[in-house]
T-cell receptor, first 109, second 117 residues
């Protein structure tokens, strides 16, 4: 499958902004996603962006896409303890989706 | 949002037995469902793409005779782990894409944890 990479851990203090980064290799990706996984649970779609966009904002979430560098980021403003989870980026087209290794976000009170 | 349900959530079985996991789209029709496997503290690995009414497409390295996938209707896909062994113990997650949505959104089930003794 395609290569999607993320850093494994991120630790921030409550109220700070969190930025989770992701790089991918498939230049034909149509959609890029961010999912959240809480312990023992499935994946929750947070947001997604079309490959022809470079930014999308949804309340506390901001997604930035640099298609030239194949770099995707998720910024969480005013991070809360409830945001502690593993965040997966995923890329693909209509038929296949590949996931990064996940970034474990730890929010300290 | 759309709901995808998996059953069972947890299953423990003896080595050598077969286990079936169901993935249902509850409020939408899905022509395509995906099956993923997740190892502890690791990412999701795409196992196969399940298309309604046709044979599943397996990723390289995934044994099709080991992991039988059936997508008999627009709301149900099943994954059967045949002759399960302890190394098959894992978290299996399905996802589905709605027929009437062209946004590319994937909806995920809550996952099924398989433990093979």
């Amino acid at each position: 499958g395609e290569d999607v990479e993320q850093s494994l851990f991120l630790s921030v203090r409550e109220g700070d902004s969190s930025v989770i980064n992701c790089t991918y290799t498939d230049s034909s990706s149509t959609y890029l996603y961010w999912y959240k996984q809480e312990p023992g649970a499935g994946l929750q779609l947070l947001t997604y962006i079309f490959s022809n966009m470079d930014m999308k904002q949804d309340q506390r979430l901001t997604v930035l896409l640099n298609k030239k560098d194949k770099h995707l980021s998720l910024r969480i403003a005013d991070t809360q303890t409830g945001d502690s989870a593993i965040y997966f980026c995923a890329e693909g087209n209509f038929n296949k989706f590949y996931f990064g290794s996940g970034t474990k976000l730890n929010v300290k009170p | 949002g759309a709901v995808v349900s998996q059953h069972p959530s947890w299953v423990i079985c003896k080595s050598g037995t077969s286990v079936k996991i169901e993935c249902r789209s509850l409020d939408f029709q899905a022509t395509t469902m995906f099956w993923y496997r997740q190892f502890p503290k690791q990412s999701l690995m795409l196992m196969a793409t399940s298309n309604e009414g046709s044979k599943a497409t397996y990723e390289q390295g995934v044994e099709k005779d080991k992991f039988l996938i059936n997508h008999a209707s627009l709301t149900l896909s099943t994954l059967t782990v045949t002759s399960a062994h302890p190394e098959d113990s894992s978290f299996y997650i399905c996802s589905a894409r709605a027929v009437d949505k062209n946004t590319g959104e994937l909806f995920f089930g809550e996952g099924s944890r398989l433990t093979v003794l």
